[in-house]
Structure formats: C-alpha cells, structure tokens
C-alpha cells in the first residue's frame, strides 16, 4: 500500500488529485495539508511516504528534501505551469507535475516515484529508442548548425559567457539564440534545455557529434604551427 500526503494551499486541486489517486488499489491518502507547517508534521508522522506538494507552499526546498530522505519518503512537485520541472529534478525530488497536470498522468507519476523510479514530465522523457525518438529528429533538424553547437556547450555546463568566448561571439547574440532554441524544444530555461536533450537520444546523439568536434577544432588551433624547416 503506498501512502500519500497531498499539500497543497488550493483545496480544488487536493481534492481533484485525491479522487484520483484514491481510485488505485493500492493507494491511500493519509494526509492532506493547506499549509506548511502540516505538511512537515506530517511528513514525519507517516515515514515512507509519497509526498505531492505544492511549489506555491514556498518551502525550504534543501531542508525539505533533507527531511524526506531522513524518513524514507519521496517528493513529488506540483509545479505551477510556468516553472521548471529541471530545477526541481536537480534539487533531487523524485518527480514534478504541473497543475494542468491529467488524472492518468498523475496518478503513473506516482506509480513511478513509488516503484523506486524518477519521473520526468512527458515533454522531457526519453523515447524508447532513436527510431521511435520523433521529438529528437524533429527538434534536431529544426536547430541551425550555430544553435546546435549552442546546445552542445549548454549540456557541458556551460554559461553564456564561456559560449560567447568559444564561439567568438557575444553574450547578447548566445542569449538570443537561445531564445529561439526555447521556442523550438518547447522549454523555459538552460536546465531544461539540458534535460531535453539528453533524454532524447537522437538530439543528445547529435549535441555529443558537435561538443567532440568544437573540442578538436579548439585543440587544432592551439596546437602550433610547423615551420617551414620542420
């Protein structure tokens, strides 16, 4: 039986995902928080846990984090639509949901957190092979060669001044490419970005075939040139 505790401060929403998630066997809602401070208790009145909560609570998230893995419970985020699911994921919550979020999605959502497994919004999970990856190959074409270069740096980690350098530009002309990277992979930020890419096999395929030849061609022009009596 998995146990779940709902917070959230819209009571629409709780009891909207409550009446879902109440409809599978092996659920049980134990708890459902307006606030804070009843959602801390408790999380550690029921250890072992599924936790769905909202982001608009605005807590802690280190510290909330922190106390779910000391009692062996897991979170989930409800996120409102205009947030990044990334920096949730990155933080090391176990899955995000928007509010527009559907009831057979939420409730797999929590299927997975609860058989041990991450859960990715559907826009940024991986497809089940490169043939069957038609968001990858679609996105891939779409992106200039510049723009995937762009996206090659961005899964290295890079930030906008370290591309501008690499790529003899600037860092007003990387952010405006970036823009229309956003526009054409449908996310809102460089972490997402990140994960978009690497959870599609043939645009992660591609972004590793650019970063290997951005790094040779950096290494062919620091290498020195032979003189003519060499």
Known sequence: MNKIILADTQAIFRAGAAKVLAMDDDVRIIAQCSDLDRLL??????????VLFAASL????????Q???????????????????????????RGVVFRNVSGAALAECVRTVAGGENWLPPQLMVADSPVDDMVGTRVR???TPKEMRIVALIVQGCKNREIALRLKTTEQVIKNYLRSVYDKTGVSDRLELALF???HRVLAQAA???????????????????????
């Open 41 to 50: 208790h408790a999380i550690t009145t029921f250890p072992g846990s599924i």
């Open 58 to 65: 605005q807590p802690d998230l280190d510290l909330l984090h």
């Open 67 to 93: 106390v779910l893995e000391s009692v062996g419970s897991r979170g989930i985020v409800i996120a409102e639509n205009h947030d990044s699911a990334g920096a949730y994921l990155q933080q090391g919550f």
């Open 141 to 143: 074409d779409r992106l």
């Open 197 to 199: 890419t690497l959870h």
């Open 208 to 230: 590793a075939e650019v970063g290997h030849k951005l790094e040779a061609e950096e290494t062919d022009a620091r290498r020195p040139l032979r003189s003519a009596t060499d």
